[in-house]
T-cell receptor, first 109, second 116 residues
């Protein structure tokens, strides 16, 4: 069983839609939770970083962590074609990151 | 401020040859990480430097891989001899701190290695 599970998609939505991306994990020692966005042929770019249960909002993005359920989510409001990318969840106990496989998102005009 | 820089962006080598990948972290970042993504799989940790010292090399696949970080600045990852299964994208990341707020890792664009 993988430590981090993420639905690979692809997920295709119309412009303006609310997108929900999710990951589950098995290691209760994870303390830090991140969402990265990766465009084709580029490196992962940090979007959100949280270290507690609850919600964190940054513009159109909201990260949600539920440690009791070992479940994290990323919500994208008013999605734009420029949001089309692969979204990677990642988490860590101390230093090294454990990644999900990534979800491909396509936002069409 | 310059981000994490990796060289080369793409390398194609024959099985049995040697390849050296280079990473220049963000200036002042003591922590430097190497990760790898093979086709169809998730990005996986290879090793972690704190300054010039290897803090964790538990992800290194075998002794064909050698990582160094001269003077705690840039890092190199050498694969010798390369095998077909070494093909993938190698990412370098750096962070200012470890294991707490402010320890976000910033990634380079990756080196795409193809072994034929």
């Amino acid at each position: 069983q993988k430590e981090v599970e993420q639905d690979p998609g692809p997920l295709s939505v119309p412009e303006g839609a609310i997108v929900s991306l999710n990951c589950t994990y098995s290691n209760s020692a994870f303390q830090y939770f991140m969402w990265y966005r990766q465009y084709s042929r580029k490196g992962p770019e940090l979007l959100m970083y949280t270290y507690s249960s609850g919600n964190k909002e940054d513009g159109r993005f909201t990260a949600q962590v539920d440690k009791s359920s070992k479940y994290i989510s990323l919500f994208i409001r008013d999605s734009q074609p420029s949001d089309s990318a692969t979204y990677l969840c990642a988490m860590k106990e101390t230093d090294k990151l454990i990644f999900g496989t990534g979800t491909r998102l396509q936002v069409f005009p | 401020e310059a981000g994490v820089t990796q060289f080369p962006s793409h390398s194609v080598i024959e099985k049995g040859q040697t390849v050296t990948l280079r990473c220049d972290p963000i200036s002042g970042h003591d922590n430097l990480y190497w990760y790898r993504r093979v086709m169809g799989k998730e990005i996986k940790f290879l090793l972690h430097f704190v300054k010039e010292s290897k803090q964790d090399e538990s992800g290194m696949p075998n002794n064909r891989f050698l990582a160094e970080r001269t003077g705690g600045t840039y890092s190199t990852l050498k694969v010798q001899p390369a095998e077909l299964e070494d093909s993938g994208v190698y990412f370098c990341a750096s962070s200012l701190f470890r294991g707490r707020a402010g320890s976000e890792a910033f990634f380079g664009q990756g080196t795409r290695l193809t072994v034929v």
